[in-house]
C-alpha cells in the first residue's frame, strides 16, 4: 500500500493557497527547486497532474482539488495527534504536594512504588502544610495533592479519617503532677494546633518542651521522655512508643483529621485515578501497587467523590 508523506501534503497546500510556488517556498522555508520536487514526487506517487499547465497561474487541476480537500483533513487529524500527544507528554511530568504533617512518609513510599511501576512519569514533590498546598493547587501549581484537614474534604476524589492518639516513652512520662510535658513540630503543624486545643478544652495544664521539624525527630524526642507526641495512632503504632487514645485526666482524646487526595481542575485521567488508588491504599495499611489494577474497590477506609455525595463512606 502507498503511503503519502505529509510534507508533499503540506507543500501542495501552501502552493495551492498563495498561488505561487515562491510564495510557498518561501513559506516553507525551503526552496522553490525543492517545492518543484515535491509536486512532481506526489503526482507521481498519485498517478496524475494536480495542476493544470494550460491554465494561466496557478490552477488545480480536478484531481488536484480532491487531493487538497481531503489532504486538508490528513493534515489536520496528523495536527491534532500531534497536539494530544505532546499535551500528554507534559501531564508525564507530575507536580505533587504533599503534607509534613500525618501522611508524608506514607505517601512517599506510594509515591516511590508508582514511579517503578511506571517509570515514564516522571515526578515532582514538595512538601508543605496542607493549607498551603490546597491553595497552590488551585492556582494550577500541582497536578496532584495530598491534604489533611479537621473537616470532611467536599471535593477529594479519595478521602479518609484517621485517628489521632498520643505516643510516649511511658505513662510515668504526663502522670505527673505538674503540667503535660508536649513535643510537638512548628506552629503550622495540624498536630500541635489539634493536641493543644484538646489539653486547653479539658483544663489540662501543659508546657512545650520539645519543638521539632519531622514526625522522626518528634518519635526520638518522645522516646527520650522529653514529652508525649500527638500523631496519628496508625504511625505512632509503627515506633517504640507507647499509644495511648486518651488517659484522662492528663491527656484527653484528640479529634480525628480527614485526609485526602485532591486533584487539579481537567487532570482527571485513569493514571491519576490508580495514583489516588495506591495513596489511599498505602494510607489504609494496605500494600500499594500490589496490582496495577485499580483499587476501587480495596480500599475500605477511603471514600471516592461519589460516596461524599451521597453521605456514605464507601462500604456496602
Known amino acids: 500500500m502507498t503511503n503519502i508523506p505529509t510534507e508533499l501534503l503540506r507543500t501542495l497546500i501552501a502552493v495551492a493557497d498563495l498561488r505561487s510556488f515562491t510564495r510557498a517556498a518561501q513559506s516553507l522555508g525551503v526552496t522553490q527547486p525543492a517545492v518543484s520536487a515535491q509536486i512532481k514526487r506526489l503526482q507521481v506517487l498519485l498517478g496524475g497532474e494536480l495542476f493544470d499547465r494550460s491554465a494561466p497561474g496557478v490552477t488545480l487541476t480536478a484531481k488536484g482539488e480532491v487531493v487538497v480537500n481531503y489532504g486538508r483533513r ?35 513510599r506510594a509515591l516511590a512504588e508508582y514511579r517503578d511501576s511506571y517509570p515514564d512519569f516522571q515526578m515532582q514533590v514538595s512538601a508543605d502544610t496542607s493549607e498551603s498546598l490546597l491553595r497552590d493547587l488551585r492556582r494550577g501549581e500541582f497536578d496532584l495533592v495530598v491534604a489533611s484537614d479537621v473537616a470532611r474534604p467536599a471535593n477529594a476524589c479519595r478521602s479518609w479519617m484517621e485517628q489521632n492518639a498520643w505516643g510516649a516513652a511511658s505513662s510515668a512520662v504526663f502522670e505527673t503532677d505538674g503540667p503535660v510535658p508536649l513535643a510537638v513540630l512548628g506552629e503550622t503543624s495540624l498536630s500541635r494546633r489539634l493536641s493543644v486545643a484538646a489539653l486547653e478544652q479539658a483544663g489540662q495544664r501543659y508546657e512545650i ?9 518528634l518519635v526520638e524526642a518522645a522516646a527520650a521522655g522529653l514529652g508525649v507526641a500527638c500523631w496519628a495512632k496508625r504511625a505512632l503504632r509503627a515506633t517504640t512508643l507507647k499509644v495511648f487514645d486518651s488517659a484522662p485526666p492528663r491527656l484527653p482524646r484528640v479529634a480525628d483529621v480527614h485526609g485526602g487526595v485532591y486533584l487539579r481542575d481537567g487532570m482527571e485521567s485513569s493514571a491519576l ?16 501497587g500490589a496490582s496495577k489494577a485499580r483499587a476501587k474497590n480495596v480500599v475500605p477506609p477511603a471514600y471516592r467523590a461519589a460516596d461524599l455525595a451521597a453521605g456514605t463512606n464507601g462500604r456496602s
Open 74 to 108: 490528513l493534515l489536520s487529524i496528523n495536527d491534532q495527534l500531534l497536539e494530544v500527544t505532546t499535551r500528554s507528554k507534559a501531564v508525564e511530568r507530575l507536580r505533587i504536594g504533599v503534607p509534613v504533617d500525618y501522611f508524608e512518609g506514607v505517601v512517599l
Open 209 to 217: 518542651t520539645y519543638i521539632g521539624g519531622s514526625f522522626a525527630g
Open 273 to 288: 485515578e490508580e495514583l489516588a488508588d495506591m495513596i489511599a491504599a498505602a494510607v489504609a495499611g494496605q500494600k500499594p
